[in-house]
């Protein structure tokens, strides 16, 4: 059986038309349909009124509580289907894609998205302010989460799955992404990605906010620290930033209050940084038990930036000289091409995990 989860927040204009396509859409099949309703209006007579007549459809009302991510978590907890679908009530995910995914999920994916943004996708239905906001967003969670890396549309409220890719999942949801929190923690391999159009809203106005702008900041930091992968390569990266503050720092020193030469004190505040970089990785990056001695582990450290900086250099030397991009944007690729060298040489040989 199919169990389908809609969030529903004052959308009593949308339920019917939504209803009576799903019924289109999934005639034959075994489903159910669960609304989850937080609405201040009169949605809830809307939603008795169609559970009334379709035994397929039920909806649960919550008085105290409110937010999409919860409502959809409320949803699974009351869902019987082995497959499990979220969509909006809005009808700008089209219910009749529904079969398409179902068809996908049987020929084995475990997690099946929609995707606006592959070919044959768009994203017509969103106004240009919320497509700025939305990209930033999307860039967000890829930088900062591998597993959202893997899929173009992470930030969708439309999506099936196994039961079985919840399993053990401990919620900790803050805001609107649901899918976000399930690609994190959820228990998958292949993803199947089906390209569709979302369409413009139907009845009222969307319920985004600034505040759900600001909860999905404090979501994905919240991913973040809790992924270990993730959480590594967060604090690698700060403690590089460290790293140029204390270069900057002790160069300052060196070179102004001690009589050392700027190549000097260039060379010692280079040591300086790359040895509180290492004692700062040991301890928060990888802090958990050590291969060997720190002695070796940090002569390790000292190659893999010794060669980072050769990376950093054939970079910027085959990126300018050879097929003229500017200068400092060269640089700028050439220090985000070492720092993943760096990052990646020390996780499988400094601190191997
Ligand atoms: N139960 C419940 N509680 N439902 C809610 C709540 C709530 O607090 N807030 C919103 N909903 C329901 C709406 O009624 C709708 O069915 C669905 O959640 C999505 O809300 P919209 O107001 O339509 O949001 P949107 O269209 O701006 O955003 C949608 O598209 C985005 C992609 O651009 C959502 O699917 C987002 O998750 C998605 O990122
Ligand atoms: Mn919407």
Redesign the pocket.
């Known amino acids: 059986m199919i169990s389908i989860i809609?969030?529903?927040?004052?959308?009593k204009a949308n339920i019917p038309i939504l209803s009576r396509r799903i019924r289109g859409a999934l005639n034959g099949e075994a489903y159910e349909v669960i609304f989850?309703?937080?609405s201040t209006d009169d949605t809830p007579a809307v939603l008795a009124e169609i559970s009334g007549r379709y035994p397929e459809f039920r909806y649960i009302h919550r008085e105290r509580e409110?937010?999409?991510a919860t409502?959809v978590i409320r949803g699974f907890e009351e869902a019987k289907g082995e497959i499990l679908a979220v969509m909006?009530?809005?009808l700008?995910h089209p219910p009749e894609l529904l079969t398409e995914m179902l068809a996908s999920i049987q020929r084995g994916a475990e997690l099946v998205l929609p995707s606006r943004f592959l070919s044959g996708g768009g994203d017509k239905g969103?106004r240009f302010h919320?497509k700025v906001v939305?990209k930033g967003a999307r860039l967000i969670a890829q930088l900062a989460l591998k597993r959202v890396r893997r899929v173009t549309d992470p930030?969708?409220?439309?999506f099936m799955l196994r039961r079985h890719v919840l399993h053990g999942i401990e919620w900790n949801p803050i805001g609107?992404?649901i899918l976000i929190e399930i690609l994190v923690k959820g228990q998958y391999s292949s993803v199947a990605e089906i390209p569709y159009e979302f369409q413009q809203?139907q009845g009222e106005q969307?319920?985004?906010s600034l505040r759900e702008q600001i909860n999905y900041l404090r979501h994905v930091y919240r991913l973040v620290r809790n992924s270990p992968e993730d959480r590594r390569l967060f604090m690698f990266l700060l403690v590089g930033l460290s790293g140029v503050a204390v270069n900057l720092f002790s160069f300052g020193i060196l070179y102004s209050i001690t009589r050392f030469s700027a190549l000097w004190s260039g060379f010692l505040s280079s040591l300086f940084a790359m040895t509180s970089n290492f004692l700062l990785n040991d301890t928060f990056t990888w802090p958990g038990d050590k291969l060997g001695s720190a002695i070796v582990r940090y002569i390790k450290y000292v190659l893999i930036s010794t060669v980072g900086i050769g990376v950093n250099l054939v970079t910027l030397y085959l990126l300018h000289s050879r097929f003229g991009v500017n200068a400092l944007a060269s640089n700028a690729i050439g220090i985000a091409v070492a720092t993943g060298w760096n990052f990646g040489m020390n996780s499988i040989w400094t601190w191997r995990e």
């Open positions: 809609i969030p529903t927040y004052n959308e989850v309703d937080d409110t937010g999409l409502a909006d009530a809005d700008q969103l919320r939305a930030m969708s409220g439309f609107w992404k809203r969307s319920k985004m």
